[in-house]
């Protein structure tokens, strides 16, 4: 994926049987947004806590946590 001239590091925990979190994926993928993808399973040791309190996908964009919903209300409005 292409990463945009304003983004800094992105990082997405997802599950790979998450519905959302493929949604998301896609998402990215046709807005051509770089983003580094990190399976929960595959990497139990994240340099923080994650709070799954509303479940995957969760993006740590400059230091901002969100969520499925937050992500697909900034993220969405360009598909």
């Known amino acids: ?10 990082v997405l925990y997802i599950l790979p049987s998450c ?3 493929q949604e998301v994926i896609k998402l990215f993928t046709q807005l051509e947004i770089n983003v580094e993808i990190i399976n929960v399973f ?3 040791k994240v340099d923080r806590t994650l709070t799954l309190d509303k479940g995957l996908p969760v993006l740590v964009e400059n230091n901002e946590w969100l969520d499925y ?6 993220y969405n409005k360009g598909v």
Do not use: A, L
Request: hydrophobic share 35%.
């Open 19 to 21: 519905w959302k979190c």
């Open 1 to 10: 994926m292409m990463k945009r001239k304003s983004e800094e590091e992105m």
């Open 42 to 44: 595959d990497t139990m």
């Open 69 to 74: 919903e937050m992500i697909m209300k900034r």
